[in-house]
């Protein structure tokens, strides 16, 4: 097997480790009366380590290599999981989750690692694979929770049982970085480490490059929005709809095909036809009414028009935004925009875990698709003014390779 092939075989796996357990924390914490709070803070815990981490796992790759990296952070996935598994204390599980998030900047020294190996004209279609990984993990991951949990076991180990299986799946990928994936650091990688860290002197930078503040402002409320769906989904339909976890973890697998059919075949269609702006638009709009269709849901023919509502605004939205991005961004700056914009992503995810889970608790089990309706039409109404203003740019002479990549870079869910 290529080194290629092995390291997205390593993303693949831990990305079904990932959303195996995602969907099952909030009803997981609930299982031990945690509040609100308690269950908004293990959800923040992971971006915000994965937020401090991730520059400072890029840097020591560049420095000591991105294999003893990926063999670290692979290690302290698995022992997180297993901690949660067995952990009945909020402070204890709090540390596994921070631990987990410290650990989940692999993804960028994945990213590094297929830069080294792969010439530039030939990263599109590398990057297109690690799309593909992430398409698959979030849809197969959801899918095989759902069977999980449905085991005819006691009910607390229904719960228990989905972070042994994704630690298993964590120590499967160490042991692929362990046996079969050889180091690939070169000297290039410092530059694409140092392009990668969150500082308020990049962020000002970035944000002052035209095109480029509006988009990065507009990617990160398109975010902030569905990370309310993503930390508070399966609590939502246990406590309004009355579904089991396996119901839930079926409507999650559910919206990830949606997502995964127009990101991975239709959007390369939609975009020559159309043109990004356009799709920007289409998506929020399309989000805006799949939350709406959340917030009033009170039947499962409803919720699954909504799901793929919102799945079909995620699909068109966020490789649009992520396409047009690469193309306003001139070459030489792709490595810090991009940065800068996947630390705002990520900073959005953690206050809105937080947010959605206070509001689910303390308002309604519908108030944070309600918020998550309001953020995604301020988004829309961004994506409006901007497209007056100029927003639309030529294709002529774009670097379709790089639209390409990033498009598939940057998954939708």
Known sequence: MSPLLVIVAIVLVDLLGFTIV??????????????????????????????????ILGKLSDRYGRRPVLIFSQMGTAISFVIMAFSQNFTIMLLARMLDGASGGNILV??????????????????GLIGAAFGVGFVLGPLLGGLIVSLPIAHE????????????FS??????????????????????????????????????????????????????????????????LRERLGW???GAMFAFAFLGLVTAFVQGGLIRRLVPRFGEPKLIIAGLFFSVLGFVGLGAATTGALLFV????????????????????????????????????????????????????????QVAPAAPFWEAAVVAAIALGAAIVATRAGFAIAHEGVDEGIAETVANEVPAV
């Open 22 to 55: 995602m969907p099952l924390l909030g009803p997981f914490a609930k299982s031990y009366q945690f509040s609100p709070d308690q269950i908004g803070m293990l959800m923040a815990a992971f971006p915000l380590c994965q937020l401090i981490a991730g520059p």
């Open 110 to 127: 994945a990213q590094a690692y297929i830069a080294d190996i792969t010439r530039p004209e030939h990263r599109a279609r590398s990057y």
């Open 157 to 168: 180990w229904q719960l228990r049982l989905p972070f042994l299986v994704a630690a298993a």
């Open 171 to 236: 120590t499967f990928a160490w042991i692929l970085v362990v046996l079969r994936l050889p180091e690939s650091h070169n000297v290039d990688g410092a530059k694409q480490g140092e392009a990668r860290v969150f500082s308020l002197h990049g962020l000002a930078d970035t944000l002052h490059l035209p095109g480029v503040g509006r988009l990065v402002l507009i990617g990160s409320l398109n975010v902030l929005a569905f990370a309310a769906l993503e930390g508070t989904f399966a609590l939502y």
């Open 244 to 246: 089991t976890e396996r």
């Open 306 to 361: 909504a799901i793929i509502a919102v799945g079909l605004g995620q699909g068109c939205a966020s490789p649009s935004i992520s396409g047009l991005l690469s193309r306003v961004t001139p070459g030489s700056e792709q490595g810090a925009v991009f940065g800068v914009y996947v630390s705002a992503q990520t900073l959005a995810r953690l206050v809105n875990y937080y947010v959605s889970n206070r509001l689910l608790g």
